[in-house]
Nanobody, 121 residues
């Protein structure tokens, strides 16, 4: 089985920073793209940032210049550095990854269970 576990969420004041981490574990042969999504109450889950296996990144317009996605392939981990946080960034943040697993010998998309980020004064 493949599991993704997020960590690093919490409560911060507007203008503050948080660093989220997501570690993948299990029967992993390789990981392609990884990304972060978020979902606020009453809203659809939306893309925040993605990073390919080669390091190419994409960001939602709302977070460009404030958030940075990165990865450590040796650790099967993706990070999201969030700076200049705003109240509208408040949401549950989910990790996503495309994984080629050993037992299935195929690609699958996996999600973490989320970590809460609250930006409030």
């Amino acid at each position: 089985q493949v599991q993704l576990v997020e960590s690093g969420g919490g409560l911060v004041q507007p203008g503050g920073s948080l660093r989220l981490s997501c570690a993948a574990s299990g029967s992993i042969f390789s990981i392609n793209a990884m990304g972060w999504y978020r979902q606020a109450p009453g809203k659809e889950r939306e893309l925040v940032a993605t990073i390919t296996g080669g390091g190419s990144t994409n960001y939602a317009d709302s977070v460009k210049g404030r958030f940075t996605i990165s990865r450590d392939n040796a650790k099967n981990t993706v990070y999201l550095q969030m700076n200049s946080l705003k109240p509208e960034d408040t949401a549950v943040y989910y990790c996503n990854a495309g994984v080629f697993s050993r037992p299935s010998a195929g690609w699958g998309t996996y999600w973490g269970r989320g970590t809460q980020v609250t930006v409030s004064s």
